[in-house]
């Protein structure tokens, strides 16, 4: 039984993750329009049985706003996270290709390393003029350290392996030997290192986005929303502030523990 | 840190809003290309990025970081007088978090599995992914428009001059902002403290000590501190950026004029000159912290020569 409990609680943070991302997935379709459309008869209703988030100032759904929102970060999220680990897997098998190589990407590491996040976010983004790709590209820029540190680590130790040194010693490439033997092997760290890139790239698309640096105000991403809940905080509108960043709570949890639960069964 | 100073230079230069427009603003319209030719060449800009930068470099060496449009005043003097109000926000929040953060993680360890174990790392892990800005938010609904204990902004009342705001008033504004930006930051310290003593409750000093009739906390208090204080220092010293990263939005969230507001509004009006020395200024902090934390190494650990690896 003390066995089992961790596996239980795998498999219900993986249901659970998986559920959330369906919804998210197919909420374009059985949402429509209706993050976008105003009702001016009902604007700042607070949360009720007919809007169950409560409305903003334009009268718009917040909870179906909150639901596109969500699923606008996971997007953002997964290509963001997807091209990070693609920068770390790249430059960590550049770093192990030669000494010198190893030092400019220790180098590059370290500069990334040295600026906060969050500035080299925004300075990223303001340089690439903001909008949806460049927050992809910025959240992906900079989440690749950690993550290429450890393929790094993984591959110099991969080198030494008996099979690894047989095949080079049978006259094989560098590249078919990255290629065959190591990229496999290193396939699963990418993918919890990817699954653990996820949350932070969503927080900080968030946090980008509500600084005014992300998004375009007229999506209805999360920062947008928590950025216009910040207007009308004073009135006593909790609902506008509540809701989406309790959304986002929750799919930043779910995706956290799915990947911790994965990384320790790796 | 000359690799901070070129890659952040070299976004600037492939950002594609012009400097001059944002410089001029409104008055863009009123402008001739005889008279933008001329601030071009004045400004330097139809000179070659390379000496571009190594004229900016030059003027960086001899203390000059350029002029500030947005407040019209020198870079470093906007950075300088920021950077006072946040300081008192930030190592507030540092203190807080390291010493609350330390001190909830060795109650966590010491008694794993316990009710109050599951207490303090649900916690953790729950603020670990909460969006700082948003927990800010939060607070201040509760705090200041709902209960009505806190001020919702600023750092003084409105319409009054900073030399007129005493010590308290000052603090009454602080509270907020710092005890909401020291929540964040301790989850991480926690979580890492927890991981070390729990190594430690496994290990055979432990089993030594216990076997001489050392309760729990016994064991916790002479040997965990020092077991798990190497990494809690180091860390504590290593999230100085996430810190200030963090305090950017609580910043922002507060309306605190510090320097993480003055970060948003240089990137959001384009002022260049000034983005690029908080850019600069920060890591030059950053490192400092790592630095520190390298030093304290060696003082808290003598096994540890640092200057030898």
């Given at each position: 039984m003390r066995h089992a409990q961790p596996r239980i609680r795998a498999a219900f943070s993986l249901a659970v993750t998986s559920l959330l991302v369906i919804s998210l997935i197919t909420s374009q379709w059985w949402l429509g329009d209706s993050p976008q459309q105003m009702q001016f008869d009902t604007r700042?209703?607070?949360?009720s049985v007919h809007h169950w988030f409560g409305t903003d100032a334009l009268g718009r759904e917040l909870w179906a706003r909150t639901l596109a929102g969500l699923a606008l970060s996971f997007w953002v999220g997964c290509l963001a996270a997807l091209l990070s680990t693609l920068i770390a897997l790249s430059l960590a098998a550049l770093a192990t290709l030669s000494r010198r190589l190893d030092a400019l990407v220790s180098l590059l590491i370290d500069t990334l390393l040295s600026v906060p996040h969050l500035i080299l976010l925004m300075l990223i983004a303001f340089a690439l003029g903001g909008g949806t790709q460049a927050v992809i590209i910025a959240v992906a820029v900079t989440h690749w350290p950690s993550l290429a540190r450890v393929l790094r680590a993984e591959l110099l130790q991969l080198r030494q392996a008996p099979y690894v040194r047989i095949s080079r010693a049978l006259g094989k490439s560098r590249w078919f030997v990255l290629y065959r033997h190591l990229l496999p092997h290193l396939l699963p760290h990418c993918l919890v290192g990817g699954l653990l890139l996820f949350p932070h790239a969503i927080l900080h698309e968030a946090a980008l986005t509500f600084l005014g640096?992300?998004?375009?105000?007229?999506?209805?991403?999360i920062g947008v929303l928590l950025a216009d809940a910040m207007r009308y905080l004073s009135g006593g509108y909790w609902w506008l502030g509540v809701f989406p960043g309790l959304g986002l709570l929750l799919m930043v949890l779910s995706f956290d523990r799915l990947s911790s639960h994965l990384r320790r069964a790796l | 840190m000359l690799c901070v100073a070129l890659v952040s230079f070299g976004l600037m230069m492939a950002s594609p809003i012009d400097p001059i427009d944002a410089y001029l603003g409104p008055q863009m319209a009123q402008i001739s290309p005889e008279q933008r030719e001329l601030i071009t060449q004045r400004w330097g800009f139809d000179a070659p990025p390379a000496v571009q930068f190594g004229h900016w470099l030059r003027q960086l060496v001899s203390g000059d970081l350029g002029w500030s449009h947005i407040y019209n005043q020198p870079v470093s003097e906007v950075i300088g007088q920021r950077f006072q109000r946040s300081i008192a926000l930030l190592s507030g929040a540092w203190l807080l978090s390291a010493l609350l953060g330390f001190g909830l993680g060795v109650v966590a360890g010491a008694k794993e599995g316990s009710a109050l174990d599951k207490v303090i790392s649900t916690y953790a892990y729950i603020t670990a992914s909460t969006p700082a800005f948003w927990l800010a938010i939060l607070a201040v609904l509760l705090?200041?428009?709902?209960?009505?204990?806190?001020?919702?902004?600023?750092?003084?009342?409105?319409?009054?001059l900073s030399q007129d705001v005493s010590v308290a008033t000052r603090l009454h504004h602080l509270v907020l902002p710092i005890t909401t930006l020291a929540l964040l930051g301790i989850a991480n310290i926690t979580l890492h403290t927890r991981t070390r003593m729990l190594e430690l409750m496994r290990s055979e000093v432990a089993t030594h000590a216990f076997a001489q009739g050392a309760s729990r906390m016994d064991v916790a208090w002479r040997h965990g501190l020092r077991h798990a204080s190497l990494p809690a220092v180091t860390l504590a010293f290593a999230s100085l950026g996430e810190l200030f990263g963090g305090s950017i939005l609580i910043e922002q969230v507060f309306a605190y004029p510090g320097l993480g507001q003055a970060t948003v509004a240089a990137g959001l009006r384009s002022d260049i000159p000034l983005l690029l020395g908080i850019a600069l200024f920060t890591a030059l902090f950053v490192s400092v912290g790592n630095m520190i934390a390298d030093t304290l190494y060696s003082v808290i650990d003598?096994?540890?020569?640092v200057s030898g690896t």
């Open positions: 700042l209703a607070p949360p640096f992300g998004l375009s105000p007229s999506q209805p991403a | 705090f200041s428009v709902t209960l009505g204990w806190t001020p919702t902004c600023c750092a003084g009342p409105t319409g009054t003598p096994r540890i020569n």
